[in-house]
């Protein structure tokens, strides 16, 4: 069984998520979402986010970051992240999702 540790939303340098502002309201999923930007923090790692959130429930629903030009921890200036609240739907990743550019 994989076992994911918590994730803190402020770490030692500060708060992982600044500067947030609702861009708008839409629809993902069939479902209204508010879409939120914010810059994002984690260690040496910066770079400027949109938040997808459920308006209903409140439930973070997809994530796209978009690296600065300095050190990033994974290969792509970009990355996507899609949550998924099925319980019936959610699998263990492979490897990749969880091997060398983790950086929990």
């Not at 998924?84 to 950086?103: H, L, N, Q, W």
Request: contains cysteine; aromatic residues 14%.
């Amino acid at each position: 069984m994989l076992v994911r540790t918590p994730i803190t939303t402020v770490t030692e340098v500060g708060p992982v998520l600044t500067d947030c502002k609702l861009i708008s309201y839409e629809r993902y999923r069939k479902t209204n979402v508010g879409l939120f930007s914010a810059r994002w923090h984690r260690g040496p790692y910066h770079a400027s986010i949109r938040i997808w959130i459920s308006a209903t429930d409140r439930v973070v629903l997809k994530t796209e970051r978009f690296f600065d030009p300095a050190p990033k921890p994974f290969p792509a200036q970009t990355v996507m992240d899609f949550f998924e609240t099925d319980r019936d739907k959610i699998a263990v990743p492979d490897e990749f999702a969880v091997g060398e550019f983790s950086f929990q």
